[in-house]
Nanobody, 124 residues
Framework: QVQLVESGGGLVQAGGSLRLSCAAS????????MGWFRQAPGKEREFVAGIGRSGIITRYADSVKGRFTISRDNAKNTVYLQMNSLKPEDTAVYYC?????????????????WGQGTQVTVSS
């Protein structure tokens, strides 16, 4: 069992940056593979980025590759999503997710726990 709380969302102009944080409860954070997903109004939730237990392996959706960076600090029980060169199409609620198995996954059902989300709005 793990509780996830996202923060860092807000309103930013196109081309700007935001850094999202996901704080996890418990002392077993390093056992979880982590991911970021997002859901825009009227659209399905989609994979954004994932990171393995050690932080070495990362995966990104093509739409954010080169602009977003996922990282984690296991000592702080926190995973981050640095978002640069933001575009209006990045506007969505961003969700943090955790899975017990080691493989980084872009599949929603693979994740065991979810945060409540944080709103990111990019204006043009």
């Amino acid at each position: 069992q793990v509780q996830l709380v996202e923060s860092g969302g807000g309103l930013v102009q196109a081309g700007g940056s935001l850094r999202l944080s996901c704080a996890a409860s418990g002392r077993t954070f390093s056992m979880y593979t982590m991911g970021w997903f997002r859901q825009a109004p009227g659209k399905e939730r989609e994979f954004v980025a994932g990171i393995g237990r050690s932080g070495i392996i990362t995966r990104y959706a093509d739409s954010v590759k080169g602009r977003f960076t996922i990282s984690r600090d296991n000592a702080k029980n926190t995973v981050y999503l640095q978002m640069n060169s933001l575009k209006p199409e990045d506007t969505a609620v961003y969700y943090c997710a955790a899975k017990l198995s080691a493989a980084v996954s872009s599949i929603i059902p693979a994740y065991d726990y979810w945060g409540q989300g944080t709103q990111v709005t990019v204006s043009s």
